[in-house]
């Protein structure tokens, strides 16, 4: 069984790495919330500009980021994630920002990022939806990915993965990691949600309990989804051998990651999101 461990940096800030992405070649971690400077609902390391947060905050938050896995100077890539499937490969850059100026860049659309440069962290930025962070070590090429169920639904992992071979990825040597997500006890969904993952998905049966208590108090059918089991399931159908979940549920554990879900339950207008990063060394 592949491990996963809590760290702490040196900035105060704390990150989950898992051994299956441990390489002298690679820089990667899953953050929490813990660390950072932002106040409020956002209190700790909120690090998405379009949160509602003060944007000096989050660029502090960003930059402990960057710090925290670096002494180098690398450059943080986030996107303006959509829940779609499109993927950005960086190598070249040409949305009108510089990437020597060492800033942050954000505001991309897409849900998917791969690059093979050694300059940048990609990031992906989460509320209860699954990060997945990919490399292939021998071919020096790294991906990320937001993957919430719509998102995994319409082929954000496998576009992701299409996009890390175009630029020299092999399939049997690339190992992907699902970041901490939503539980599927507390992740109630609806039978829309269910028809659509299965219309395409068939064999995610399996991932969908019933719920009986919701469904007695909605008077509809209601069921709990394992998002990360999905997740898995996606990689599995693209013959990924080497994967693997951090299973750290981000809506019961409202002091060390952010949870959309359960901000809506404790009736929060706004809150914040946790980043997680890879970059070649």
């Known amino acids: 069984m592949h491990s996963f461990q809590l760290h702490k940096s040196y900035t105060g800030a704390a990150y989950y790495q898992h051994e299956l992405l441990s390489s002298d070649m690679l820089i990667h971690g899953?953050?929490?919330?813990?660390?950072?400077?932002?106040?409020?609902?956002?209190?700790?390391?909120?690090?998405?500009?379009?949160?509602?947060?003060?944007?000096?905050?989050?660029?502090?938050?960003?930059?402990?980021?960057?710090?925290?896995?670096?002494?180098?100077?690398?450059?943080?890539?986030?996107?303006?994630?959509?829940?779609?499937?499109?993927?950005?490969?960086?190598?070249?850059?040409?949305?009108?920002?510089?990437?020597?100026?060492?800033?942050?860049?954000?505001?991309?659309?897409?849900?998917?990022?791969?690059?093979?440069?050694?300059?940048?962290?990609?990031?992906?930025?989460?509320?209860?939806?699954?990060?997945?962070?990919?490399?292939?070590?021998?071919?020096?090429?790294?991906?990320?990915?937001?993957?919430?169920?719509?998102?995994?639904?319409?082929?954000?992992?496998?576009?992701?993965?299409?996009?890390m071979y175009k630029i020299g990825a092999k399939r049997q040597d690339i190992c992907c990691i699902v970041g901490p997500a939503i539980a599927q006890k507390n992740y109630q969904v609806g039978p829309d949600l269910r028809n659509s993952v299965l219309e395409k998905y068939p064999s995610a049966f399996e991932l969908f309990a019933p719920d009986t208590q919701g469904s007695m108090i909605s008077g509809e059918n209601k069921f709990l989804f394992d998002l990360q089991g999905f997740c898995l399931t996606v990689l599995e159908h693209a013959t990924i051998k080497n994967h693997a979940i951090i299973n750290v549920d981000t809506y019961q554990n409202k002091d060390l990651l952010y949870s959309y879900r359960l901000s809506c339950h404790i009736q929060e207008q706004q809150y914040g999101r946790q980043i997680s990063v890879i970059g070649l060394r």
């Open 30 to 163: 899953f953050f929490t919330s813990k660390g950072g400077v932002s106040k409020g609902v956002f209190s700790g390391l909120n690090s998405a500009l379009n949160s509602g947060d003060q944007i000096s905050d989050v660029n502090k938050n960003r930059q402990i980021v960057t710090q925290s896995m670096t002494h180098n100077k690398y450059q943080l890539i986030t996107l303006n994630q959509i829940h779609g499937n499109r993927v950005i490969t960086i190598d070249s850059f040409d949305s009108g920002r510089s990437l020597d100026n060492r800033q942050p860049v954000s505001g991309l659309q897409a849900d998917g990022l791969v690059t093979k440069r050694k300059d940048v962290l990609l990031g992906i930025l989460t509320a209860d939806c699954a990060p997945i962070l990919m490399a292939d070590n021998k071919a020096g090429v790294i991906g990320a990915c937001h993957a919430g169920w719509r998102g995994a639904a319409s082929g954000i992992i496998e576009k992701t993965l299409l996009a």
